[in-house]
């Protein structure tokens, strides 16, 4: 771009230099200065935002602990896991400074890093994307002020993963920690999703929501227009599922949304989203689980494709627990891994 603008003000002044020529008049070291000055500010206009670990002005092993705090509730963490997470979703992150100071209203969101020298450098988030860098002390200049996120639903969802809108903190699994941090930052988790503990088993209506969002993101999307078949829900994305062959209700009439989902009835939905995306993998079962005869007969196809695909293991090597309650955190893992492996195909 530089390079660009360069050739442009060279063309620029050769054609005023040719006008001077006839006009007698004679281009000054003043105006090709400030031509240059031109062209620098320019190029400086594309590298104005700031990413937010430049607004710190810190780096992540200068980190000891990360506080998520929203109005009363907070959550310190000294888990490397999660800073190193962090770290992952504010590198990406651009902001561009403002002149206006912010107002800390009701609703944002902090974010403080305590650093091993004692430093408490923070970033207030309001709701409609904007950032305020707090403790300007330890901040240097012109990194200071306040900043609009050009991304602003990436940190805001981020934060939702500890801070919630409703209910209690978030608990998420160690293992699952960077699973479900993609998970938001990449818009897998619907928004109405009304978990909040995701080492908990998920009930079958969430499991739907899921599943619906993941099929969105693969193009596959549908009206509902049939009539509900249920009387027991007015769950739009139950019924599309249904629509689309995807779910079935635990009776005619019945979808019991509530109702804790079981890995087979898991691996069962898995495997005709896979089917219904275009995937041809069929069941091995030359090496059966030792469980084998307790998964259901509906269920067993489903299982073992799932197992072939590499998206859903046994608890061991050995057992698959067909009827094991299945966990949040474990549905929205094998949702991305669902995803990956057919976007590998």
């Known amino acids: 771009m530089k390079k660009f603008l360069s050739m442009l003000l060279v063309c620029v002044l050769l054609c005023i230099s040719a006008v001077g020529v006839f006009a007698e008049d004679v281009l000054s070291d003043a105006d090709i200065e400030a031509g240059i000055m031109l062209i620098d500010e320019a190029a400086e206009a594309e590298e104005e935002a ?20 929203k109005g009363d509730r907070g959550y310190t963490t000294e888990e490397p896991s999660i800073i190193e997470l962090f770290f992952e ?52 200049e012109p990194h200071g002020g306040t900043y609009q996120l050009t991304e602003p639903l990436v940190v805001l969802e981020l934060l939702k993963i500890f801070l919630p809108e409703e209910g209690e903190m978030v608990a998420v699994s160690e293992w699952a920690y960077e699973i479900i941090g993609r998970a938001y930052s990449e818009g897998f ?6 978990v909040v503990d995701y080492t908990l088993p998920i009930n079958r209506e969430d499991f739907c929501k899921l599943a619906s969002v993941m099929l969105a993101k693969c193009g596959v999307s549908k009206d509902v227009t ?21 779910i079935k209700g635990k009776s005619e ?93």
């Open 226 to 246: 049939g009539k509900n078949p249920f009387t027991d829900t007015n769950s739009e994305v139950a019924i599309e599922l249904f629509e689309l062959g995807i």
């Open 253 to 345: 009439t019945e979808f019991a949304p509530a109702d804790v989902l079981t890995r087979e009835e898991a691996a069962t939905i898995l495997c005709r989203m896979a089917a219904l995306l275009g995937d041809e993998t069929k069941p091995a079962e030359d090496v059966l689980y030792a469980d084998d005869t307790a998964i259901s007969d509906w269920a067993k196809d489903s299982v073992y494709v799932m197992r072939a695909l590499g998206v859903m293991q046994g608890t061991s090597e050995t057992e698959f627990a067909p009827k094991m309650q299945y966990t949040a955190e474990q549905a929205v893992a094998t949702m991305l891994r669902l995803y990956d492996t057919l976007q590998a195909e």
């Open 50 to 69: 700031l990413s937010v670990l430049s607004v710190l002005g810190i780096d992540k092993a200068e980190v000891k602990s990360i506080t998520f705090s």
């Open 189 to 194: 988790i619907p928004m109405d999703f009304a």
């Open 89 to 140: 979703f504010a590198g990406a992150i651009d902001l561009v400074l403002l002149e206006e100071s912010l107002e800390l209203e009701e609703g944002g969101y902090h974010v403080m890093l305590e650093t091993v020298s004692g430093d408490l450098p923070s970033i207030y988030v309001s709701p409609d994307g904007y950032a305020d860098v707090l403790d300007m002390d330890t901040i240097s």
